[in-house]
């Protein structure tokens, strides 16, 4: 059955898949990060069914927040530009902690 003209459209933001999030898991306690998987988020009048939001240890400063399109994943740093990636791989390669975040110190 079909819905007429349905008011709700697709989340910005898409599910990740289960190996994705071992491996992002892996990837953030390797750095001594804290990842924390937000589901059905809202921002700015967006919908995201998952992001993953990475925290430094001990600290309540969010680094990057993570999500993926149908098309790509999407990082979203505190400070910067938003970057694009073809896979989650990808992206975790080319996010560097700062040297304090690995010791869990936090960065400003």
Known sequence: MKLA????KAPT???FELSDLVMALGWSEFHALRMV???DHCTAGEE???VLAFYPA???FR???MWRTCDEIVVEPAKGSTQ????LA???DALSPAAGETAGQGAA
């Open 5 to 8: 003209n349905s008011p709700m």
């Open 90 to 92: 990808g992206a975790l």
């Open 84 to 87: 694009h990636f073809a896979s």
């Open 58 to 60: 001990n600290s309540g």
């Open 63 to 65: 680094r990057w927040s």
């Open 37 to 39: 998987v937000e589901l």
């Open 13 to 15: 933001g898409l599910a």
């Open 48 to 50: 995201y069914e998952e």
